[in-house]
């Protein structure tokens, strides 16, 4: 029996006996994503009353960890002072998040409910675009003086570093708040008590403003193994942080919103099995309609030499072959860079390197292929050596154009401004369906003479 099975059968005991006690020390052990998790399945009606057994900020961390639907479905059962509560404990940046996924009339309520500062510090997030620095960023960082000592500097992260998202490293800022450095937890405490914050402090460290893209936040916490990073203005004003948590989140979201698009489909916010069937029919339609008719060019290609394929009809059977494997291999090259895209590894300008290298693997690849294909045509389907040999042709010519088109659209489509993702599978394989007939029946004309 899974952990998850056995905690839903103890949980659904404690409350069919209304022991509500032991069930509020069952609670108390288990960790805020289980409980998400657990929240997730039980009926609404009962997600509130199970929900009320937790810790104030063991309900806070819950919150937090339910996706949009969850929440949403929680604050329904909630009261007015139940959601103050719940509120007032979760930080700015996830605050804002909320405000930001939940319905209009939900968000009126969770505002109405906030304490003014932080409904003041919501909106200042909210100001920013949704998929920049600024918006996944919390306020609630620790603020140290470079004249503090050692002894002062930790006084005060006890006098206020609880409510603060993270005490570890702290920022060192000046009068005017202009970020100065940060220090660690570690560093003071085995520092002399009488030793400056100044003195401790690592200088000149990674910043962002928060207009930068989150995706690019997150390549720099693994680039340069953050916990946590600060966001300035152009003066060098310190704004807020953003934290590792966080960044994991961005991660999740745009390794999914990518292989959504990846796979020609509109990215959902909502998880899959809160989606609606209507939803999901908009998020695919109108890319399997453009699919569908750019892929009339293959078939116009197919009528144009109907009269070949009349003459010579086994070239037909190897139609199936050549376009899979040409897509095939422009997928392999498109996923490939988009990928390498994802992490920074290549720019706009590496275009070149790009396509030398696609092209000796396609060269590579295209002649394995041809080799194998002639010896299985001639060998154990004992086909003429003209068909053959047009058939073991298109495959290296396909081959290579197939892995030049994957590898450079992506990075061009990158450059005009849009999504990689998108010249992923389906438009390459569309492209390149069209690039093999071409190429077959050119082979076919010239070497059978039709």
Not at 37 to 57: A, M, S
Not at 171 to 176: A, I, N, P, T, W
Not at 317 to 339: E, F, H, K
Request: aromatic share 6%; proline share 5%.
């Amino acid at each position: 029996m899974t952990n998850n099975m056995l905690l839903n059968q103890i949980l659904s005991t404690l409350k069919e006996e209304k022991k509500y006690h032991a069930l509020r020390d069952v609670l108390a052990a288990v960790k805020p994503a289980d409980l998400a998790e657990l929240l997730e399945q039980v009926p609404e009606n009962q997600i509130p009353i199970l929900f009320r057994l937790l810790g104030r900020e063991q309900a806070a961390e819950v919150f937090v960890e339910l996706d949009s639907h969850g929440q949403e479905r929680l604050i329904r059962g909630l009261s007015d002072k139940e959601l103050k509560a719940v509120v007032d404990e979760l930080a700015a940046d996830d605050a804002a998040d909320l405000v930001e996924e939940m319905p209009a009339p939900v968000v009126t309520r969770i505002l109405r409910q906030a304490d003014p500062e932080i409904r003041r510090t919501i909106n200042e997030l909210l100001r920013y675009p949704e998929d920049s620095a600024g918006s996944i960023m919390t306020v609630e960082y620790m603020a140290l003086g470079p004249e503090m000592t050692a002894a002062e500097a930790i006084d005060a992260i006890r006098a206020t570093g609880v409510g603060k998202e993270t005490v570890d490293p702290c920022y060192v800022v000046d009068g005017k708040g202009r970020l100065l450095g940060s220090v660690a937890v570690r560093e003071l405490i085995v520092s002399p008590a009488d030793r400056p914050v100044a003195a401790m402090m690592e200088a000149d460290g990674v910043t962002v403003l928060p207009q930068t893209d989150q995706e690019a936040v997150a390549q720099m916490f693994g680039k340069y193994d953050l916990l946590s990073l600060p966001v300035t203005d152009g003066d060098r004003r310190l704004m807020g942080i953003i934290t590792v948590d966080d960044v994991l989140d961005v991660l999740q979201a745009e390794a999914t919103e990518d292989m959504e698009k990846m796979a020609a489909i509109t990215p959902s916010e909502q998880p899959y099995l809160h989606t609606s069937v209507w939803t999901l029919w908009k998020n695919r339609i109108p890319w399997l309609l453009l699919l569908m008719v750019s892929a009339t060019f293959t078939g116009m290609i197919i009528t144009r030499f109907e009269s070949a394929l009349a003459a010579c009809v086994v070239l037909t059977a190897y139609i199936p072959m050549l376009m899979d494997t040409g897509g095939n291999c422009g997928s392999q090259a498109s996923v490939t860079v988009i990928r390498a895209l994802s992490l920074g590894q290549v720019q706009f300008r590496d275009t070149l390197r790009v396509a030398w290298k696609e092209m000796r693997v396609a060269l590579l690849c295209g002649l394995t292929l041809a080799v194998v294909n002639m010896g299985k045509l001639l060998l154990l389907e004992r086909v003429e050596i003209p068909v053959a040999l047009a058939v073991s042709l298109t495959l290296v010519v396909t081959v290579f154009a197939a892995k030049l088109v994957g590898c450079t659209l992506p990075i061009a489509a990158k450059r005009l401004g849009f999504d990689p993702a998108v010249m992923a599978s389906p438009f390459i394989t569309t492209i390149v369906d069209a690039l093999s007939l071409l190429i077959y029946f050119r082979f076919a004309a010239l070497l059978l003479q039709l």
